[in-house]
Structure formats: C-alpha cells, structure tokens
Nanobody, 112 residues
Framework: QVQLVESGGGLVQPGGSLKLSCVASGFSFVSYTMNWYRQPPGKEREFVARLSSAGGRTAYADSVKGRFTISRDKFKSTVFLQMNNLTPEDTAVYYC?????WGQGTQVTVSS
C-alpha cells in the first residue's frame, strides 16, 4: 500500500531554514506528481508546492515562491522541501501528498 512518511520539521527562528523529507513507498515513485501541502493553526490545508512526474516541472504557492524549493531523489524515493527565509506565517503542519494519499505530517514552527 502507499505510504508517505514526512520528517525534518521543528522549531526555527524567523529567517532560518529547514529541509523536509518525505519517503514514499508502495507505488512507482517516478511516475507520479508529488505535492507538499500545509495546514496552519486554525486554518484549512493549503497547497505549497508540486513536482510533476513529466519533465520535473514545479509549481509553488505565491506565498512561498522564491523561498521554497521542491525536489526529489528517485533512487531514495524521497521528495524534499527546502524552506529558506522562514517567517512565522510558515508555521504549520506540512504534509506530503500523492493522488489521494497523505502522510502523517510534520510540524514546522517559526518563532523567536
């Protein structure tokens, strides 16, 4: 069965960086578009970034463009989210997604 396991979250000061990882299993990793979403406290889940299976095209939410980078390592079946210049508004639980499958999420807290 499909499994997505996120890691790499934590507490970081404003302006800092974190790199999230999502290890995927149970499907052909290179054949599917991978997504990152996040759910800020008290808000609905929102799209963050996408990495297409075809051609490796990327897409980002306007709020993270220029600061976040999505990438994948096909040999490790892992998708990454490099997050730079973090702000308190980036505080959320971050989820990895493929089709209708979701990981358990990893908490990112940006605070001084």
């Amino acid at each position: 069965q499909v499994q997505l396991v996120e890691s790499g979250g934590g507490l970081v000061q404003p302006g800092g960086s974190l790199k999230l990882s999502c290890v995927a299993s149970g499907f052909s990793f290179v054949s599917y578009t991978m997504n990152w979403y996040r759910q800020p406290p008290g808000k609905e889940r929102e799209f963050v970034a996408r990495l297409s299976s075809a051609g490796g095209r990327t897409a980002y939410a306007d709020s993270v463009k220029g600061r976040f980078t999505i990438s994948r390592d096909k040999f490790k079946s892992t998708v990454f989210l490099q997050m730079n210049n973090l702000t308190p508004e980036d505080t959320a639980v971050y989820y990895c997604n493929v089709l209708n499958h979701w990981g358990q999420g990893t908490q990112v807290t940006v605070s001084s």
